[in-house]
T-cell receptor, first 114, second 116 residues
Framework: KAGVTQTPRYLIKTRGQQVTLSCSPI?????VSWYQQTPGQGLQFLFE???????NKGNFPGRFSGRQFSNSRSEMNVSTLELGDSALYLC?????????????FGPGTRLLVL | AQSVTQPDIHITVSEGASLELRCNYS??????LFWYVQSPGQGLQLLLK??????LVQGIKGFEAEFKRSQSSFNLRKPSVHWSDAAEYFC??????????????FGKGTHLIIQP
């Protein structure tokens, strides 16, 4: 079974621009979560989508948004980029969202904001 | 709010020696606890998890962890480390793995260095 895939793997943007990252979950998985990883703040939860609906949201400004499609693929968007948005963005998927399920992480998209 | 503390930022261990990585958590209810490993340039791989039952859990790659409610700890151990174990290790807590009000809460990580 193919793992979680994220595209692109690397991205360079300038301040003020917007960016869209994509995540394809493991086949059959309906839950997709997004995390931001930075050296200073570590790993922080952004949001989770399940069956095309945002189920949970972390403490991030409204510039960070996401969506999920009917095939469970998910995108996250960051508008009006700031230097502090430079980070590794990780996507994770799991099946039906049951508490007993393991989250499987993708390799991440490394975003650099100049 | 839930939180995770990994007191050791870096740990250096000789190859073949035993390892223990510390993790303390704060959570208002029964926690779900996890250890993940991250190699350079890679995503996170689950080593093991604890939901309930036996407080000593076995994971992949020869790792184990013990849940101690009285100490709010979930320390990771390995009897004999290999050079390939060099990586960043993260402890995480959640009431609902991957879900719940705040998703998973991660510690800041422990960087493991293996000396030959």
């Amino acid at each position: 079974k193919a793992g979680v895939t994220q595209t692109p793997r690397y991205l360079i943007k300038t301040r003020g621009q917007q960016v869209t990252l994509s995540c394809s979950p493991i086949s059959g998985h309906r839950s997709v979560s997004w995390y931001q990883q930075t050296p200073g703040q570590g790993l922080q939860f952004l949001f989770e989508y399940f069956s095309e609906t945002q189920r949970n949201k972390g403490n991030f400004p409204g510039r960070f948004s996401g969506r999920q499609f009917s095939n469970s693929r998910s995108e996250m968007n960051v508008s009006t980029l700031e230097l502090g948005d430079s980070a590794l963005y990780l996507c994770a998927s799991r099946g039906t969202g049951s508490p007993s399920e393991t989250q499987y992480f993708g390799p991440g998209t490394r975003l650099l904001v100049l | 709010a839930q939180s995770v503390t990994q007191p050791d930022i870096h740990i250096t261990v000789s190859e073949g020696a035993s390892l223990e990585l510390r993790c303390n958590y704060s959570y208002g209810a029964t926690p779900y606890l996890f250890w993940y490993v991250q190699s350079p340039g890679q995503g996170l791989q689950l080593l093991l998890k604890y939901f309930s039952g036996d407080t000593l859990v076995q994971g992949i790659k020869g790792f184990e962890a013990e849940f101690k409610r009285s100490q709010s700890s979930f320390n990771l151990r390995k009897p004999s480390v290999h050079w390939s174990d060099a990586a960043e290790y993260f402890c995480a807590v959640g009431g609902d793995p991957g879900g719940g009000a705040d998703g998973l809460t991660f510690g800041k990580g422990t960087h493991l260095i293996i000396q030959p």
